[in-house]
Every structure is written in C-alpha cells, then in structure tokens.
C-alpha cells in the first residue's frame, strides 16, 4: 500500500502551501490577531472557496470536489503548518460534515453550495459546562413546536460561534435522543458571548432561549452520524497538529543553530541536542498516527476505526505536549514573548489536546476491552 | 491486522503465520511463548528448518539463497517469526557477517562460508567492541600484523554474545596503526578453535551468561580470510549496521510482549492505572510499528548501508518500548516475581507457579541493553541531533 501522498495530493499540498507561505508569515497572521474585529481574514476565506478547500469534501452536486479525507488531511497539515485564524474546523470539517451526514437532500442543498461558495460560515455547539467530553450527557433539550423544533440550553466553548451564519447544535429530545438542530445565526432567543480562544481562534459561548430550530435529519439517527464525524474531525486534528508540531522542531532546530551563548551557537550543547533528537522522535510517532488514523477513517469496522482513531490522536496529544513543552524551553525567553511565533503553535496543539477528547479519556477508551494490540 | 497492509501483503503474512504453524516445532514455540530462552539447540534447529525450505536469509542475494522479497515482506516474515514464537536466525550469520561476504567478499569465501552461514553449520559470533571501544568502536586496538601468509592477532574483544557457542567469530582489526582511526581497520574472519584465542562467559544481572570476553594471543589467521580490502573494514562495518534499517525496531518482539502481558494480566489489569500505561505502551507500539512500515515503503529510495535519523528513530524508541513491555510485565507479576529460581518446579503440595514468574524480573533487567547495544541511545540521539541541526 502507498503510504505517501499521491500527485494529485502533493499537488494540492504544494497550492496551499505556497498560498499560505506567501499570505500568512507571522506578522500577517499576528496583525489579524490582535489587531481585526472578526479575527480572521475574509479575502482568505474567499481565496480558500476559490481554491476549491472549502467544499472539498462535499459532494459534487453541492458544488464540491468530492474529495475524500486523505485529500483534507492534507490541507489539514498546511493549515497547522501556517497556523491559520480562519473557521475551517468550524465550518468544513465539523459543520459541513454534519450537514453531509445527517442532513435530508433538501437541507444540503440549502446548505452546502453556500459553504462551498464561502458565503456562509458555520459553528457546531456542542460542548456544555457540565458535560465535560460527553456527547450524549448534555442539558440542552429540543422541543417539537409547529413543523419545526425550539432549542432550549447553554453550549459553551462554541468554535466559529461568534460569526457563524449558522449553528448546528445537539440538544435532548423529548424521546431522550440527542439531535442535530440547525439554528439561523440570527434567530430569536439567541445570544452569544463572543471572544478570543486561549489559540486565538475565535469562538463564544451560545445561550439558547427557545430558539426556533430544524431538525437535521432524523433525531433517532443523529448521534451514529455525529460520531462518525467526530472520528473524521478527530482525524483531521491529528493532522493539523502534526503541521503545527513540524513547525516547532524546524523553528526550534533553527534557533539553536543562530543563538549563540558562551562564545558559540548553543546547537554545540549536547543537551539541547539530544532534546531535539527527542521532539524529532515524538514528531515521527506523531505523523505516522496521523497516517495510521487517516488509514483507519477507511475501515468499515467501526468499532476498529474508531479505537485507531482515538488511538492516534492520544499520540498526538502526548506528543504536542512534550514538543510544545520543549519548544519553548530550548528558546528560552525568546519563546515566551507574543510576538514570536513557537509560542503559538503551542497554544494550537494545546486546544486540540482538549478539543473532543483529552489524553487521559482517550487512554481509557483505547484500553477499553481488547484494547489496540491484538493478536491479529 | 495492520490497515495499512495492501491485501496482497496480509495473504504473504498469513502464509508465513501457516509456514510457522506447521512447520516448526509446537513443543519449542510452546516453551518460548512461555518466556523460555532460545537454547542453542533451537536456533539451529529453526535455522536448518528454514533452509530446508529456502528461507534461511530471504534478504540475501537470490543466487546465495536469497529472495526476491520486497522489504515490506522481509519484514513481515521477520514479525510473524517473532509472534509465533520461533527464535530468530542467529543475526551474526544471517543479517551481519553474510551481507558482508556476499557483497564484498572473495568467490572462494562466499562458496566457503555463505551456505554454511545460512544454514547454521558455522555460529558466527561478533568481535567488535573493546574494553576500551565501546560507542566509540574505532578506537579498537587489537591489532592483526601481516607475517607472509598469515596475520598474527593480538588483542581482547568483549560483549561478544553467544561467543560461548561461537565456530568463527568475524573481528575488526587494526591492521595500519599509523592511519587515522576509521582507516586502518581490516575485517577479518577467525576459526575460534585456532590456538591462543579463549573464550570467558560473563556472568550478567540477570543471572545468565549471554555475552564472553574474547582474548587473542598470538592468534594466526590464514591471510585469505580477510574480507576485502585490507583497511577497508571500517565501511564494510558500517554497511553491515545499517544493513537492516528497520530490525532493530524489534516492533514483533514488542507486540509479542504486549500480547503476552494481556494474557498474563489478569485481575492486575484491571487496576486503571497499569491498564493506563498498558494502553500507552499499545499506542506507542502502534505508532512505531507504523513508523516501521512508512520507512520500508520508501527503502528502495534510501541509499543502502547508510545510518539515517530514521533508523536511529526507530532503535531509539524501539529500545525503549521493549523496556517498558519488560518493566510492565514485572509490575503486574508483582511479588510473585521475585524468587530467583532456574526451573519452575516446586515440591509436592505447593500451587504451580504462575507463567512470567521465572523470567519477568530476569528479563527486565537484562533488557536494560537494549539502550546500550546497537549503539547507544545516546549515540542514536546525536545522529539524529546531527541531522536535523546539520550541526
């Protein structure tokens, strides 16, 4: 089997990146950090609509590329490389999927030309205060009312929530299934508290007041097909964290080498070498579970997939720790500040470590049973 | 098994999983799932089997009784040995000393020694490391001084594993000691019956004796029994080392470590906290076999014989989970581990020891090698550090 990335994907790798070598250096990306209202770009969301990125992985009839995950672990990768501010996860890997796999035929096309088109951004509320990583465990309720739903509850740590033109949110329903709801951006009863995440992704958190809602698809069928998106977003985090962890080696590797102290470059110090040797030992591990779960997205077997998948972003997140961790320690001060990029990276690999899952839910659930190592 | 395993590669490892099924001895793949020792005896055997069968050293030339395997199915063949508990052919033979003699030796040596190296009829043991050249092997100093036919040896090799079983041990030797270190080493091949060579055992931790102190006086050796070139020694070594980028992995070792903890385990593993670490192990184990098989799909591109970040990578971390599966397996036996004993017999009346209770705690300490031998783990680091930094 060809493990490495074939023409069509190294193509697509090489767009990105040189659009993002070009658009996002740090200053670039620091200056819409702190210094724009949404947080992030809209002409680079256009230029991402006009490259085909947004709608991917939607199916050609929605006005997609009809790609598959390998070709988003891909771009994934180039994202978490350049370390981008705008809503991707938000919109394509979480809310557009969700419309992709739960939504009627009517509600993609509603729905998916527009993300494709870059016209329309969305958020996916899921997450609440008491709710900690669970799905299923949420206060959030879903009423019938007229031909539609009201959604009623308080989703907390929304990605893309504070501008998105619309939100799918999970909520109970009376007959205790948790449903996929779709809620206009400016419906009635809803409020956001908008800010700044701790990686500078901008998100909010959602007060819904019998918002007015539609059902994605059947309630009774929503919850197979969240989790089947999750393992694909899980994923596709893998992947963006794998680019961002590349980042800190290479910036790290590069410092070491012009810092100079004591009278010469501190790449002489052995033990600022060997730790390096030691994030580029954590860096292989990491990418080849992002390649194991980009494989295993693949497998029918869904308990399988799903432990392979949870398995490998359990790497990733032990691995980002130690690199990010690292990272800073072998810039020194330098690594502390604001204004230089490593810092960054780790506030991203950070957030993602606590993004679904975190490392010790996820050691739980990989040793669960037969656990990953089998005979077979 | 393995997603990213083509279907055609699951048929070849399922075949050979059949091959080993049937065709080695259940009562030896018995005792070694058990955590018995390979004796000499089972290593021979198992290599006379596979040549038997041409599989001796698959990774050979084909006219030496190699196969035309891709390395993803050398690999394979390799694990599935591991897993079904058949001991490994003896690496100094079949991954070492044969590679050098098929690509740099003579015909008359390739005829003398390769189909006796497959076969096992030779045990080949390594002479390399010195008291006194250890990571730094190029400081070897036991030298081999050219007297008309002959080379007279003198010198002292140690670390020298299953030397105790050793026919011929394959040195290297300092044959120019006005050269700079690396270029005045020869290869040189020894008959370990030749006067004034003795063997000393070295007792270990973990109670064994594994490895021998060689000891060379005066020692003569016949002049065609030097690989090569004289004072090319050095790159044949080093050829040979990173002759099997991906071996020293030992992924199949580790997920039959992994396995075997899983079915000793027990009621321990339902203490979160060792499962915890079992998983993280499992995980690690994953992420490294996958590491293997990126690696061996782009070997054909690699330049042979060269050390690279990436089979320092997999030694380095390779090693480490070997310890930690040994280090696990230990902790869940508990105090049912620590009685030294040699067999598992006990009197008439006493319970029958659990399995794992001879050989948990001896185990674990033996594989505290794995971080030394093969170069050193801190070896391993500044190649690594060397090629990222380019420094």
Redesign the interface.
Same mark, same amino acid.
């Given at each position: 089997?060809?493990?490495?990335l074939n023409d069509e994907q190294q193509m697509l790798a090489d767009t990105v990146g040189s659009l993002l070598e070009k658009r996002y250096d740090a200053n670039a990306r620091l200056q819409l950090l702190e210094s724009s209202e949404l947080g992030w770009s809209r002409e680079l969301w256009q230029q991402y609509a006009d490259l085909g990125l947004l709608g991917l992985t939607v199916d050609e009839q929605y006005g997609g590329a009809g790609m598959g995950a390998g070709e988003l672990a891909v771009v994934m990768e180039s994202f978490g490389r350049a370390l981008i501010l705008e809503p991707f996860v938000a919109t394509v890997v979480l809310g557009a999927a969700l419309v992709d796999a739960a939504g009627s035929p009517e509600q993609k096309q509603a729905i998916l030309p527009g993300v494709t088109a870059g016209s329309t951004v969305l958020a996916f509320a899921y997450a609440e205060a008491a709710s900690r990583w669970s799905l299923t465990d949420i206060a959030a309720t879903a009423v019938p009312a007229g031909s539609g739903w009201t959604v009623s509850g308080e989703k907390i740590a929304v990605l893309g929530g504070d501008s998105a033109d619309r939100v799918v949110v999970s909520a109970k329903t009376p007959d205790s299934d948790v449903g996929l709801f779709l809620v206009e951006g400016d419906a009635t009863g809803l409020r956001r508290d908008a800010y700044a995440m701790q990686d500078g992704l901008r998100g909010a958190d959602l007060l819904f007041e019998d918002v007015p809602a539609v059902a994605l698809g059947e309630p009774a069928d929503a919850l197979a097909a969240l989790e089947s998106v999750l393992d694909t977003a899980m994923a596709m985090l893998c992947s963006e964290a794998v680019g961002a962890m590349e980042r800190m080696?290479w910036m790290t590797?590069d410092y070491?080498?012009t810092r100079e102290q004591f009278g010469a470059?501190i790449?002489?110090f052995?033990t600022l070498?060997?730790r390096?040797?030691?994030m580029?030992?954590s860096l292989?591990?990491?990418?080849?579970?992002a390649?194991?779960a980009r494989?295993?997205l693949?497998?029918d077997d869904v308990p399988a997939r799903r432990r392979?998948v949870r398995?490998a972003k359990?790497?990733i997140d032990?691995s980002a720790r130690h690199i990010g961790q690292e990272a800073i320690q072998l810039h020194g001060g330098i690594g502390m500040t604001m204004e230089y990029p490593v810092g960054h990276y780790l506030k991203r690999t950070t957030a993602i470590a606590k993004t679904f899952a975190d490392a010790?839910l996820l050691?739980?659930l990989?040793?669960a049973d037969e656990?990953?190592?089998?005979?077979? | 098994?393995n997603?990213?395993?083509?279907k055609e590669?699951r048929a070849f490892a399922e075949e050979m999983r059949a091959f080993f099924a049937s065709e080695m001895p259940a009562e030896m793949r018995e005792r070694l799932g058990r955590g018995g020792h390979p004796s000499r005896d089972d290593i021979v055997t198992t290599m006379r089997i596979l040549d038997d069968h041409g599989l001796a050293a698959p990774h050979w030339p084909v006219e030496w009784g190699g196969k035309d395997w891709t390395p993803l199915q050398r690999h394979l063949f390799a694990e599935e040995m591991v897993?079904a508990n058949v001991p490994s052919p003896l690496a100094f033979n079949t991954a070492m000393v044969g590679p050098v003699i098929a690509t740099f030796g003579s015909q008359e040596q390739k005829e003398r020694f390769l189909p006796a190296t497959a076969r096992c009829d030779i045990w080949w043991s390594q002479g390399f490391s010195e008291p006194n050249a250890g990571s730094d092997l190029a400081s070897l100093k036991t030298t081999a001084v050219r007297d008309g036919d002959e080379y007279v040896v003198n010198g002292q090799k140690t670390w020298t594993t299953l030397g105790q079983f050793g026919d011929w041990i394959f040195c290297l030797v300092r044959t120019d000691s006005a050269a700079k270190k690396q270029r005045g080493i020869s290869f040189l091949l020894i008959d370990m019956t030749s006067p004034g060579l003795t063997v000393r055992p070295i007792h270990l931790i973990d109670g064994g004796y594994e490895v021998n102190e060689v000891f060379l006086d005066n020692v003569r050796v016949p002049a065609d029994q030097l690989v090569g070139e004289e004072n090319q020694g050095w790159s044949y070594a080093k050829f040979l080392l990173g002759n099997e980028r991906t071996a020293n992995a030992s992924i199949g070792l580790i997920?039959s470590r992994?396995?075997r903890i899983?079915r000793l385990g027990g009621t321990a593993l339902d203490d979160?906290l060792l499962?915890?670490r079992?998983? *993280?192990l499992?995980?690690?184990?994953?992420? $490294?076999e996958?590491?293997v098989?990126?690696v061996l799909?782009?070997e054909a591109s690699l330049p042979p014989g060269v050390p690279d970040?990436?089979s320092s990578?997999l030694k380095?971390?390779g090693s480490e989970l070997q310890q930690d599966a040994s280090e696990l397996l230990t902790d869940i036996l508990g105090p049912a581990g620590l009685a030294y004993r040699e067999t598992d017999e006990v009197p008439a009346g006493f319970d029958a020891l659990p399995e794992g209770a001879l050989d948990a705690m001896p185990t674990y300490f033996n594989w505290r090698k794995a971080s030394i031998y093969a170069g050193s783990n801190?070896v391993? *680091?500044?190649i690594?550090?060397k090629t990222? $930094?380019?420094?």
């Open positions: 089997m060809d493990l490495d080696l590797v070491l080498k470059p790449a002489v052995q070498r060997h390096a040797a030691n580029y030992v292989e591990q990491a990418r080849s579970m390649l194991a494989l295993a693949l497998d392979a398995a359990l790497q032990l010790d050691t739980q990989v040793g656990g990953l190592v089998t005979a077979d | 098994m997603t990213a395993l083509s590669d897993m997920k992994i396995l899983k979160p499962r915890a079992l998983t *993280r499992e995980v690690e184990a994953t992420a $490294l996958m590491s098989l990126r799909a782009r970040p990436t990578m380095l971390k801190e391993q *680091r500044e690594i550090a990222i $930094l380019k420094f």
